[in-house]
């Protein structure tokens, strides 16, 4: 007597997947990919640059003076302190960068970013490592796939690690400027200071390699 087959189950979420480090071993939102997406504007917002405008920008701040930053497809994403997107056009404004073209934008409220794999743990876009291990030249890594440059810490509250404005003080000279808030805690102003800088000068520098013949610049 034939034995009756039992109807095929929907597979079971990988262990460990993408989505379920994120909800569990952080506490961020995601939304369901792929690629899985993470919300910003409830735990943090994001500042946007260009890779090249943004490595720079790693070269002169160190990990302590950036939340964590994650790489996709050519853009540098910063995380900030939630509301730092709004924050963004009036700093612009107020330290003489509005109304200058640099391809640096924010990602706040409602908005989503593409969720880098999980530090150490290079997957495919199903969740499943790719055959081989290899995709794109680099061990298990998926070409123009997101990935964290500075990754998050597991069982550490974000915020505290985030760039945030916190008030107006009595600026140079004074015990205190704007978005000061003492203690090591990366400011925002400075972070956007530099990624403002930083931009300018790659689009300067791109121009030039375009065959823009101009001296040598100057920065401070």
Known sequence: MALPVPSPRAPLPLEGGSAFWYEHELGWATVA???VALLTGLRFDVLELPADAGAALLRRIDASGTGPVALAEGRMRLLVAAGGADELPGLL??????????????????????APEPPG???GPTGIPPKGGKAGGR????????MWLRPPEPGREVEPTLPALTHFGHGPGGSAGLGD??????????????????????RLLRGESTGTKSQPLAFS
């Open 33 to 35: 990919g792929p690629p």
């Open 121 to 123: 743990r290079p997957r």
């Open 181 to 202: 808030r003492g203690g090591g805690v990366p400011d925002l102003v400075r972070l956007v200071d530099t990624a403002a800088t930083e931009c300018h000068r790659a």
């Open 139 to 146: 061990p298990g890594a998926e070409q123009g796939a997101a």
């Open 93 to 114: 404004d107020w330290l003489e960068w509005g109304g200058i073209a640099l391809d640096l934008t924010a990602v706040g409220a409602d908005g989503r970013m593409t």
